[in-house]
T-cell receptor, first 112, second 119 residues
Framework: DQQVKQNSPSLSVQEGRISILNCDYT??????FLWYKKYPAEGPTFLIS?????DKNEDGRFTVFLNKSAKHLSLHIVPSQPGDSAVYFC???????????FGTGTRLQVFP | NAGVMQNPRHLVRRRGQEARLRCSPM?????VYWYRQLPEEGLKFMVY????????ESGMPKERFSAEFPKEGPSILRIQQVVRGDSAAYFC?????????????????FGPGTRLTVL
């Protein structure tokens, strides 16, 4: 039962361009969505989040968009930088529990 | 270092042995979560604990796996009689655990993980 799906296992973007990472979910009980970034041999680090009552949240170069009717969210990184190369995980949290349900991740590579 | 600490970072066990993974939460955090990441997969929730209390263990395998978070000391994830399929990265996260106050209060901070290899 894959409640959170990241259908693109990898994405390659040129430096300076926009990176768009997508995430779909099926669980209507999610009230909060998060994006985590992960480098090899390290733990995930929190990047940005969005509450289900909002449709956009912006933090510097990172913006997350939420489309509740489509059960879809996306992370936009602009401009992309080589240091952004990592695996990005989308996660959802149900309102009645603190556990996070993660997608399988998208590996972003930003090349010069 | 005020972050989540996990040790050991790497652990090698032979089939049938026991594995003990430790997690010290961030200062001020009273809730601990364990996640497992199998190769080429996302992180899967295992268990959520408060001091001396298991809140949610819906992701724990029914046999051989147990977790505790004693009043003093780190949280321990224990795997008895390990099998090759237990080889994975095990991540611990901690939070303030003030559910209901607001999502930002429940932000989970992750440790660097323990990579378990079963020979």
């Amino acid at each position: 039962d894959q409640q959170v799906k990241q259908n693109s296992p990898s994405l390659s973007v040129q430096e300076g361009r926009i990176s768009i990472l997508n995430c779909d979910y099926t669980n209507s009980m999610f009230d909060y969505f998060l994006w985590y970034k992960k480098y090899p041999a390290e733990g995930p680090t929190f990047l940005i989040s969005i509450s289900s009552i909002k449709d956009k949240n912006e933090d510097g170069r990172f913006t997350v968009f939420l489309n509740k009717s489509a059960k879809h969210l996306s992370l936009h990184i602009v401009p992309s930088q080589p240091g952004d190369s990592a695996v990005y995980f989308c996660a959802g949290r149900s309102y009645n529990t603190d556990k996070l349900i993660f997608g399988t991740g998208t590996r972003l590579q930003v090349f010069p | 270092n005020a972050g989540v600490m996990q040790n050991p970072r790497h652990l090698v066990r032979r089939r049938g042995q026991e594995a003990r993974l430790r997690c010290s939460p961030m200062k001020g955090h009273s809730h601990v979560y364990w996640y497992r990441q199998l190769p080429e997969e996302g992180l899967k929730f295992m268990v959520y604990l408060q001091k001396e209390n298991i809140i949610d263990e819906s992701g724990m395998p029914k046999e051989r796996f147990s977790a505790e978070f004693p009043k003093e000391g780190p949280s321990i994830l224990r795997i008895q009689q390990v099998v090759r399929g237990d080889s994975a990265a095990y991540f611990c996260a901690s939070s303030r655990g003030l559910a209901g106050v607001g999502p930002s209060y429940n932000e989970q901070f992750f440790g660097p993980g323990t990579r378990l290899t079963v020979l």
